[in-house]
DNA sequence: CAAGATAGTAAACGGGATTGACGAAGTGGT
DNA sequence: ACCACTTCGTCAATCCCGTTTACTATCTTG
């Protein structure tokens, strides 16, 4: 099914394209469900300060306590990134960072008492999202859906980090036109 | 994943929380997969300008053309940052913007004659991911992630719709604390 | 100890979106 | 016809989340 050769599309292979198109179909759903994620975690913790990427933090913090730079490999992200993060947190009383005895160069990001509850919250709230979502479209699916992205995330990364060189499965249609 | 003891909460709950959180999955798979498309797109159309931003305005573009509001509307995004990507797409020469004839404060976005080839190479590209995608985790997988995925989004949907209304929480009374 | 790697910070900037204010054009009631 | 109101789109300022570049302080190793 090489495009390049191929006729315009009808309206209604556009429409269908469009509709059940599997990367527009997971952004949006991720989008929102995260949306609704933070909004119930800042509602139900109190912390109104509590923003989306904060949420993101989280999760990758040990009860030991972290560092700043683990956690920057955990997320995928910069260090500097995580350092403002970090101060923003830590702002609302949610972490705290104490110098780490095995290293002056490095301080231990931990929860504080405070911390630890809202932890307890945000768990309880996203497990409940899925349970409130599998009470509606069916435990199995969501359970089926879970276990059909863990297998695809991987092959996803590993087309992002194959980048720009072969991954012609069918024979390598590369029109590349200018 | 060496945890602390700790009497507010088990070290499963965290790993559980980390590992197979539906939010997280869905979410790290939609960026990348994006991120894949549009890097395809870029080099296949050859318009370096090309970001990923574009490519999420330009499914929502009906052939016959579309008000910015209304793709807005459609993008969940507010009017302003659509006419940003517009100025942009529109100097990539994808799409004009032409009075619309029924509505002097309107006007109309469409696809230039550049555009419309491109779109059929986007449109072949997201085919190609998905074949690709296919081919390596199953085609069945892939089509009941779509199938799943058009049955949870509406729920997903109707769930930020809800917004702050209470449902059963945390198994506490606590609908919306504040 | 010198050379180099690593933890973290600082500053500037970029992309993508938001809010707020606005002019211009349509709509409806009187 | 008029005036109030809404809607389409834009400008400008700002926010959010991250990046790059550059740097200090500390650890590690030969």
Redesign the interface.
């Known amino acids: ?4 050769s ?1 006729p ?2 009808t ?1 209604e292979q ?1 429409a269908a ?2 509709a ?18 933070v ?2 975690v800042r ?4 912390v109104p300060g509590l923003k989306a990427s904060h949420m993101a933090v989280l ?2 913090l ?3 306590g972290t560092r700043a730079t683990t956690l920057a490999k955990r997320m995928g992200i910069t260090k500097q990134a995580v350092g403002q993060l970090l101060d923003e947190i830590e702002a609302l009383g949610v972490i705290e960072r104490a110098p780490d005895p095995a290293d002056g160069r490095a301080r231990i990001v931990r929860f504080t008492e405070r911390g ?2 809202g ?3 945000g ?8 349970r ?2 599998a009470a ?2 069916g435990e199995d ?2 359970g ?3 276990a ?6 991987p ?3 590993a ?2 980090r194959a ?2 060189v072969g ?1 012609g ?2 024979g390598g ?6």
Chains 1, 2 share one sequence.
Do not use: C, Q, Y
């Open positions: 099914m090489s495009v390049a191929d315009l599309f309206p556009l394209a469009k059940v198109n599997l990367g527009h179909l997971l952004f949006r759903t991720a989008r929102i469900l995260n949306e609704v994620g909004a119930r509602g139900e913790f109190g999760p990758h040990d009860l030991a630890r509850a932890l307890l919250v768990l309880g709230v996203l497990a409940d999202i899925e409130d979502l509606r479209v699916r969501i089926r859906m879970k059909d992205l863990l297998v695809l995330l092959v996803v990364e087309l992002e980048g720009e991954f499965v069918n249609t590369r029109a590349r036109g200018g």
